[in-house]
C-alpha cells in the first residue's frame, strides 16, 4: 500500500438516459491494493458505473483522479494504457478465434503471436490458471473462458482490474481459484473493483463496499463486518422476505426419465447423454451445472422441442417423448425456457398474444381455428396481476417490459394454467431479489398444490433454498438426484465437475 | 462431334481469363462478409465498376486509369450501402438487392453512348519472349496484368486475414461486434472499410469484364456474374484459397462447355449451360461437407444490424 493518495477517486459521476437517471453524483474512492465491492440490484446503474470507467460511456458531469492526476477516457484504450482493466460479465470473448486471438485484441501493443502464445502459458501457469493458447474459444468451459478474460488483463500489469460479477457461471471450485488468483494480485497491490450478487463472496473477499440503489450511493461499509442479510437489505432497502415451505412426504414418481439421449439442436450446445431421473408430485427438483453443460437441451427435450425416443420421458402410463409440445402441455407438462425474448416469448407481440401462445391447450383460448381475444386478455391481466407485472397493459409488447417483469410474467402464465408438471430454467435470472423472491415462492406453492416442479438453475443458493432434491448436469450426463438437506457445498462442487458415483439416493 | 479441337492449353488460359472477374468480385465480398456484412449487392457494383473503367478507359487511352476508376464506381457505390446499414440501421438483405437493381440502372444510362465502342487494349506483364514458350506460355506469362493483380489478392487477403493485426480486428468485429465494441474498437469504421474494399473489387471485375474478357460495353452484361460470386464466398467456407479454387473452376467448367458446345457434343446445349453451376457448387460442398459451421469460418455476426445502445 502505497501512502494515502486514492488509486481511483469518483467524484460526483452523473450519467442520464433518456427516462432514466443511471448515475446520480456517484462519489467514492478506491486505494491502492484494495478490494472494493461495487454492490447493488440490476438497473442500480453498476454496469454504467464502470462503462465509464473504463472510458465505453462518456460521464454527462463529475470528475475521475487517477493517481492524484485528472482521467478522463475517451475509449478502452485510454484506460487500457492508464492501467486499468476490465473483466467483462459477457460480451467480449470471440467463439470462432483461438485463446491468444483473444487475448491479443485485449491487448494494447500485442507481441507476436509466437511469443504471445509463450506469455499466456507462462502467466496463466503463475496465476494458476492453466490455459492452452491454441484452442479455439467457443470449445472452452464456462470457467476457462473466464481465465482468458483474467489471462488478458493480467499481461497488461493492470493497477486497477475491474471484474463485473465473474463468478455467476462458476462452480464453487473454480471460484475458489478465481479468489486465490485474487489475492494474489492484491498482495502484489493491484486494486480491485468488485461487482457480485453473490453477498458471501463479497463478505470473504472485499476490503470495502459502497452500495448502489437507483443510480445513488446509498451506503458504504465495511462487508466483513455486516451479515449478508444486512448488505442484502442495503441493496434493496427494505427487509427481504425469504420464502417459506413446510416438509411433507414425498408423493407418487409425476415424471420418469430413463435413457434420454438427445442431441444438441445448436452448435456449441451439449448433447444430453443417458439422463435418468424420477420426479415427485408436491417436490421441487432442482437441477445445478455450470452454463452449457445440457441445460438448455434438457429443458427442450422435456418441452417436446426436441424430440426423444417415445419410453425415455414418461408421465404416470403415458409415454411422452415422440410427443410435440402442445400435446404434452395438453398432459399438463408445462416448461418455462431461460431466454425470455425470442425463447420464452415473442419479443414484438403483446403480452395478450404471448399468453395465447403457450395457454391456447390449457385455457382453451381458441375455438375451432379463432382466438377467443377476450378470454386471452382475461388471462394475461390475471398473470399481470397475479404476479405483480409492472406493464401498463396486456397490449404492450413483451420487449417493452424489463427483464424481471418479462421473467414474472413467463412463469406465471405457465404456473396459472396449473401444471401437473413445471420444468423452468432459470427462473431468477436477472430478476431483483425481491421478484426473484417472488417467483420462488410461488414455484413453492405450486408444489405445496401436489405439481411436480422441475427448477435449473445456475443460482445454487436458490437451489438450496427452494429445492427438495438436488442433481447436477456436467456435459450432458445428470447425476443422480441427492436431498438437498445436508448436502455440502464440496459434494455439490463434486457433482457439479462430473462426479457421478457419489454415493445415490442418500 | 470433334473432340481433338479442344485444345488443353488454350483452355487453361481461357480459364483464367474468364474466373477473373468473379474471382475479384468475391474476393472483396469474402472480406466484407468476414467483417460481418452481406452486401448482397455485388452484381450492382460490378456493373457499375464495368461502365466506370470503360468509360474512363476509353476516354483516356489507359486501362491503368480505367481499372482505378472502376474501383472507385464500385467503392462509391458501395458507399451508399455502407451509409445506409451502418449509419441509418437499413436491413442489409433488402439494401443489398436495392443496390444491385441501382446499380443496372445507372450503369445504362452512364453506358449510353458506349455501346459499340472498343476499348484500349491492356497489356501483358511479362515480355513476349516468355509468352511464346509452349504450354507454360499461355499458361502462365502470357496473361494481362490484372490476372496477376487478382492472383497477388487472394495471396493478400489470406496473408492479411491469418496474420495482421488489422485482420484479426476484421475478423474479431465479424465474429461478435458486441464484443469488440466492449473492447474499443469502432465496429462502423471498420466495417465501412470493408464495405468500400468489397466495393472496389467487385468494379475491379465488372471492368475486367468490359475491358478485357468480352471486351466492349452492353447493358446488364455481368449477367449474373456478381450472384455467382456470392455463392462462391458462401461455398467456398469463407476462405480466399478455396474462393480461389470456386472461381476457377466455375471458369474452367464455363469454357469447357462452350468448347463442347462448338464440338457439337450429343447433350443439349441447356445442359451444358447450367453445367458451370452445379458443379460448382457440388464440389465446394463436397469439400467443406462433414464440418462445424466454426469450422467453416462463418461469421457470427453475419447479416447484423449493430447499434452500440450504451
New interface residues.
Partial sequence: MTGTIPLLKIDGLTKAYPGVVANDDVSFQIMPGEVHALLGENGAGK??LV?MLY???KPDAGALTYNGAAYAPT???A??ETGIAMV?QH???????DVA?NV???MEN?PPQRELAKRIKDVSEAYGLPLDPGR?V?DLSAGERQRVEIVRCLLQDPKLLIMDEPTSVLTPQEVEILFATLRKLQSEGTAILYISHKLEEIRSLCDAATILRLGKVVGRCDPREKSARELAEMMVGMSLHTPSREAKPKGPVALSIKGLSAKSAS??GTSLKDVALDVHEGEVLGIGGVAGNGQDELLMALSGEIGSAPDAIVMGDTPLGAMRPNERRALGLLAAPEERLGHAAAPNMSLTENAVLTGRVRKSLTSNGFINWGAARTFAEDVIGRFDVRTPGPTHAARSLSGGNLQKFVVGREILQSPKILIVNQPTWGVDASAAASIRQALLDLAAEGAAVVVISQDLDELMEISDRFAALNEGRLTPPRDTQGLTVDEIGLMMGGAHDLGAVA | MDLSAINPVLLIASLMVAATPILLAALGELVVEKAGVLNLGVEGMMITGAICGFAIAVETGSPVIGFLAAAIGGALLSMLFGILTQYLMSNQVATGLALTLFGLGISSLLGQDYVGVRPPLTGGLFPDALADLPVVGPIIFGHDWMVYVSLGLVAGIWAFLKYSRAGLILRAVGESHDAAHALGYNVIAVRLAAIAFGGACAGLGGAYLSLIRVPQWTEGMTAGAGWIALAIVVFAGWRPWRVLIGAYLFGGVTVLQLNLQAAGVAVSAEYLSMSPYLITILVLVLISAGRGRAALGAPASLGRSFHASH
Fill in positions: 454496469s454504467t462503462k472510458g465505453l460511456v475509449s478502452p484504450h484506460a487500457r467483462f460480451f467480449s470473448l470471440f467463439d470462432a478465434l486471438e491479443a485484441l485485449g500485442p479455439l467457443g452448435q456449441f
